[in-house]
Structure formats: structure tokens, C-alpha cells
């Protein structure tokens, strides 16, 4: 273990707690409350007519002029395009994640319970990941991959991040559907089993905030101060491409609406501003009070939209 693993160590929160103890207590969690989604969810039961595929007030026309002139059918059914969206943008973003972890861990020490932790929450992704196609291919609805250009951005990302890079980006893409599905599985107009995936992600994702957060706490601390200005920019370039990608534009040709009119009425939508921000907001507060929103990376993380 190094020096920074074990010394303690106090940011604008308090002390932070120990690495190890953070970790083991995670492993008993997931010892109690893990999923195999395979068996935990029923697959073959039939889709229930005059459901949504997401709450209609985190669809992202919702509340526009151009919604208020679709029928409910075609709402119904941009939310189960949109719903495939993001589930397409959580697998990408996964196995992203899934990259980040196996390089954190690469170099230290392998029977330490964050090493094993870290472990686990791989595993979590995968089944994720696999949840989260198996949905997409359920529902009726096509994959909607990132553009290309997002593509291969997260592809400089996996090679070049920091730790505290690779933490605060995870948080991004992490906490913010995190918001959005526990509005969703308690919400009875949503399929059954959409709010089935979505409380297996909320339980499990729990976790990996947790781990996450705790993380990047102790990384803004003892990191040198060149890796800390380097993860407030890219965290804010991060959550401009997060949330530019957020909603594959696609969806709308899909339902027959207009692309171009449906993303600028998105970008006007004060009710979609006002979801995404509080969505994002848990996280802009905890990474404002550990140092993360400051100088140039405060202004892309206002740039993106999800921070007022």
C-alpha cells in the first residue's frame, strides 16, 4: 500500500474514512443485495399496452410544443426509444467504466479488499451491460450508439485519464440516470419490467457511488496539483459531451417527427433544463465542496447545461 492509501487524510468534508474499511463494507453489501438479472427479472412476459417505457416528464420533448401536438401513443413511444437511448448510452459508458476500474487496480496490491471491490463492481457492470441489451432487444427498439466522434473521444479518455479523472467521470455518467431511475421502478404507468431493471441498477449503482465518491475524495486531496487541474477540465469536457449525448437524436426520426426541429425544441425546453440540472445536482454540489468546480472546468461543466 502506498503512503496516500493508508495516511489519513481530511478534505472540505471531514476525514476520510479508510480505504479498506470503505471496501469491506461494500463486499458485505454486495454479498446481500446483488442480482442476477437473467433470473431476477421475467423476460417472456408480454409488454402491458398504454405503458411508458419511461416517466413521460423525463422524456425529453416533454412539456414542448411539439409534444403537445404528438398523440399519446407517439409519446409513449419516443419514451421506449428513448429508454433504448440510454440504455444504449449506459453500455457504452459501462464499458468504459469497466476499462478504468482494471487500470485502477493494475498496480495495487491484489488481495486488498479495494482491489476485490473493485472486482465486484466489474462484475456488476457486466450483468448491467447485459441487462441493459437484453431490454433494448425486448422492447422492439434499435441500439442507438454515440456518434462517432464521442466514440473515439472515450476512446482518448480510457487511455490517457487520471484516477481522479476517471473517478469524477464516473460519478457523471453514474449518478445522474441514478436520479432519473428512482423516479422510474417505484412509478406504476412504467412497464413492469423496465422498473424491474431500473431498481436492480438503483441497488446496485448505490454501491459504486459510494466507491466512487470515497475515491475521488481522497485523490483531490493527495494528488499533485497538475492531475487535479487536469481532472476539473476534463470533467467539465467530459460532462459537455455527456450531456450532448445524452438523448441519441435519432429517436425523434424514429417516431416520425422532424430532427432538427425536435433538438431545438429540446434545447429550448426550460422543463428539460430544469430536469437535467436537478438530476446533476447531488453531484455539482459534492463535486463543488471537494475542489472539482473551479476555474475553466466550472465553466464547461455551466457550458453543458448542467449546471446553472
Known amino acids: 500500500m502506498t503512503a496516500a492509501d493508508t495516511e489519513v487524510l481530511r478534505d472540505a468534508l471531514g476525514l476520510l474514512k479508510d480505504r479498506e474499511q470503505v471496501a469491506e463494507r461494500l463486499l458485505e453489501s454486495s454479498a446481500k443485495h446483488s442480482y442476477d438479472p437473467d433470473t431476477a427479472l421475467d423476460w417472456d412476459a408480454p409488454l402491458e399496452d398504454g405503458k411508458w417505457f419511461w416517466p413521460p416528464e423525463l422524456v425529453s420533448l416533454y412539456d414542448t410544443p411539439l409534444w403537445r401536438r404528438m398523440s399519446p401513443e407517439r409519446q409513449r413511444d419516443l419514451s421506449r426509444h428513448e429508454a433504448a437511448s440510454l440504455a444504449s448510452l449506459g453500455i457504452w459508458f459501462e464499458i468504459i467504466l469497466m476499462q478504468l476500474l482494471v487500470r485502477?487496480?493494475?498496480?495495487?496490491?491484489?488481495?486488498s479488499a479495494h482491489?476485490?471491490?473493485?472486482l465486484t463492481e466489474i462484475a456488476d457492470e457486466c450483468r448491467h451491460s447485459k441487462m441493459f441489451a437484453r431490454l433494448i432487444q425486448r422492447s422492439g427498439a434499435p441500439a442507438?450508439?454515440?456518434?462517432?466522434?464521442?466514440?473515439?473521444?472515450?476512446?482518448?479518455?480510457?487511455?490517457?485519464?487520471?484516477?481522479?479523472?476517471?473517478?469524477?467521470?464516473?460519478?457523471?455518467?453514474?449518478?445522474?440516470?441514478d436520479w432519473m431511475q428512482r423516479l422510474t421502478f417505484p412509478d406504476e404507468r412504467v412497464q413492469t419490467l423496465v422498473r424491474g431493471v431500473t431498481r436492480i441498477h438503483v441497488v446496485e449503482e448505490a454501491r459504486h457511488v459510494r466507491y466512487a465518491r470515497e475515491e475521488l475524495r481522497r485523490q483531490m486531496v493527495s494528488a499533485p496539483r497538475w492531475e487535479r487541474e487536469l481532472t476539473r477540465i476534463s470533467?467539465?469536457?467530459?460532462?459537455?459531451?455527456?450531456?450532448?449525448?445524452f438523448v441519441n437524436p435519432e429517436v425523434y426520426a424514429r417516431v416520425g417527427l422532424d430532427k432538427r426541429e425536435a433538438v431545438a425544441q429540446v434545447k429550448a425546453s426550460g422543463h428539460r433544463r430544469e430536469v437535467m440540472q436537478t438530476g446533476a445536482r447531488r453531484l455539482t454540489d459534492f463535486l463543488d465542496e471537494i475542489g472539482v468546480?473551479?476555474?475553466?472546468?466550472?465553466?464547461?461543466?455551466?457550458?453543458s447545461g448542467l449546471l446553472a
Do not use: M
Request: glycine share 8%; proline share 4%; aromatic share 8%.
Open 293 to 303: 468546480l473551479r476555474g475553466v472546468g466550472r465553466r464547461l461543466w455551466t457550458s
Open 115 to 118: 482491489v476485490r471491490y473493485a
Open 235 to 245: 470533467s467539465g469536457e467530459a460532462a459537455r459531451v455527456f450531456s450532448v449525448a
Open 144 to 177: 442507438y450508439p454515440v456518434s462517432r466522434l464521442n466514440h473515439q473521444l472515450a476512446r482518448v479518455l480510457k487511455t490517457v485519464s487520471t484516477t481522479p479523472g476517471s473517478f469524477a467521470c464516473t460519478l457523471l455518467g453514474e449518478e445522474i440516470l
Open 104 to 111: 485502477h487496480i493494475y498496480d495495487k496490491p491484489v488481495t
